[in-house]
């Protein structure tokens, strides 16, 4: 308010929010602030919050509502096309928190086709030290938070919703980052609700709620022939309920690299299309054909998991046979047939590994 935003939902407030991020971020204070005031609706355009700091850390506190314009034609275009919303990039030593909403109001983007969007709601694009929480968001025109190139960020008892009809609305998105957490956080959207991409090392993904949604997802991965490289991701004490998948891994046919050390724990299903499902022929049904090369998954652990499964094949894993899945290991696994569901099954294909315990449809490994 303290840069001339009026805060009435009406006015374009994105100037004076830019110059609060300015004066915080290059001021002479020992700790940068911004302070977006609760009882106040900003509606702003696309803003790029642009670092190094001098003041780490940067304390970015948003109690009010932030609202992105509804209308697809007053987004702002760039040489690459539309310019995404809110952009953290190159600040490290950063706290985004508060008890405040960030509407995309997506809804006129859905009906466009999605190469004609604008990208992220909010992104983190190489930056370090970040901590996200406490926020809610909603309606993205496309995925909700991007982190790329980032380390050390970690995002915490958010909530994220958007309408199941809503195309590629994931929750998160992570792509070359390390040491990444999402913890106790409830995501609703009508895409991943968490999805992982390539060159990310030790993430974790635990207490989440999610549904609707298409599950949490490693990939896609290995699109073009690109080489893959994925490794240490635990994801553990989350809820899929009503979701199309639940704990999936999609590689497409010949891409190289690897995916390994993948940990899934104390998972529960209800009602959900593919609770457990590797796929490595992804975007190329119906007519999948052999390749000589393919991602290598590997090391994936499956333990402590239960709950309904609204289709009859309840595990999935079909894996090339130019790079069979190895040390697929699972243990503690319940799966039933949801209501109107006769019976559950499991299908595998070139998985080798080992089970523990109870496995319940009976295990495929090999």
Aim: charged residues 20%.
């Amino acid at each position: 308010m303290k840069y001339g935003a009026v805060g009435d939902g009406i006015s374009d407030d994105t100037s004076a929010l830019q110059k609060a991020w300015d004066s915080a971020c290059n001021g002479s204070s020992k700790i940068g602030s911004v302070y977006v005031p609760a009882g106040k609706v900003f509606l702003l355009s696309s803003l790029h919050f642009t670092g190094p700091c001098k003041l780490k850390p940067l304390i970015f506190t948003i109690d009010g509502e932030m609202k992105a314009q509804s209308d697809p034609n007053k987004w702002q275009k760039g040489e690459n096309g539309i310019i995404p919303w809110l952009i953290f990039d190159r600040v490290e030593g950063l706290v985004l928190s508060g008890r405040g909403l960030l509407d995309g109001q997506g809804k006129g983007w859905w009906d466009i086709h999605c190469r004609d969007h604008p990208g992220p709601m909010m992104t983190f694009s190489n930056c370090r030290n970040v901590i996200l929480k406490s926020l809610r968001f909603r309606n993205s025109a496309q995925s909700h938070i991007l982190v790329m190139g980032s380390q050390n960020v970690h995002i915490k008892d958010v909530k994220i919703k958007s309408p199941e009809i809503s195309p590629n609305t994931d929750g998160v998105h992570i792509t070359s980052s390390s040491d990444v957490s999402i913890t106790h956080s409830d995501f609703a959207t009508g895409d991943d609700c968490v999805s992982i991409g390539d060159q990310v090392h030790n993430l974790s993904v635990t207490f989440v709620n999610c549904g609707p949604g298409h599950g949490v997802s490693v990939g896609s991965l290995g699109r073009g022939g690109t080489e893959v490289e994925v490794e240490d991701i635990r994801v553990a004490h989350v809820n899929f309920t009503g979701t199309t998948n639940g704990a999936r891994i999609k590689t497409w046919p010949g891409g190289t690299g690897y995916v390994r050390g993948i940990e899934f724990f104390d998972i529960r299903f209800s009602n959900v299309q593919n609770p457990i499902i590797i796929d490595q022929f992804y975007g190329c049904a119906p007519n999948c054909v052999q390749t000589e090369k393919a991602v290598h998954i590997e090391k994936v652990k499956y333990m402590k998991m239960s709950g309904t499964s609204r289709t009859e094949v309840a595990m999935k894993l079909k894996c090339s046979g130019k790079n069979a899945c190895s040390n697929v290991f699972m243990r503690d696994i319940d799966l039933s047939p949801a209501s109107g569901i006769g019976s559950v099954s499991s299908l595998c294909s070139f998985v080798q590994g080992a089970t523990q315990g109870t496995i319940r449809p009976s295990s495929c490994i090999q």
